[in-house]
């Protein structure tokens, strides 16, 4: 009998072990360090946007027209800004200092491009349809996440 691991179970365990051994390295406040369910949250708007950015990473290699892809290349660039503010954010956190209040920001505007960008896309080719659809629905799921960070990871 084989024994198989999704490559989502290896990071969710990856990422529980590294902040294990981060808690335990670092003395970090109850708001800092969070309940249960606010680093659930955490690492769900982590892996969402990373599942996000694999569903548009897909939509580079399915559009043909110019237009399309220039609303990929502009979804892309949005999913990555917000992986660059939410890097911000875990690094106060590891620090135990505050994560600055733009970083938030940054990471809802980003998400904004990003949903506009998708939005964007008129697919008439049921296969990209739904890539767009797909995508749309991961990234409103990260956005979920990002929403339940702010309401359960409040002091």
């Known amino acids: 009998m084989a024994f198989t691991i999704s490559l989502k179970s290896l990071i969710v365990t990856t990422v529980l072990a590294s902040l294990a051994v981060v808690v335990n390295t670092a003395p970090l406040s109850r708001r800092q360090l969070?309940?249960?369910q606010c680093n659930i949250d955490r690492l769900k708007i982590v892996v969402g946007l990373q599942e996000t950015s694999d569903a548009v990473n897909k939509l580079a290699w399915q559009v043909v027209d110019t237009a399309a892809a220039a609303n990929v290349t502009t979804a892309q660039t949005g999913i990555h800004?917000?992986?660059l503010a939410i890097d911000g954010i875990a690094n106060a956190v590891f620090a135990n200092q505050t994560a600055p209040p733009e970083l938030r920001d940054q990471v809802g505007g980003n998400f904004t491009i990003a949903a506009d960008a998708l939005t964007s896309i008129n697919a008439t080719d049921p296969a990209l349809n739904a890539t767009v659809t797909n995508a749309l629905n991961l990234l409103s799921q990260a956005s979920?996440?990002?929403n339940a960070v702010v309401q359960d990871c409040t002091a």
Do not use: L, N
């Open 144 to 146: 979920d996440a990002g």
């Open 34 to 36: 969070g309940s249960v």
């Open 81 to 83: 800004g917000a992986q």
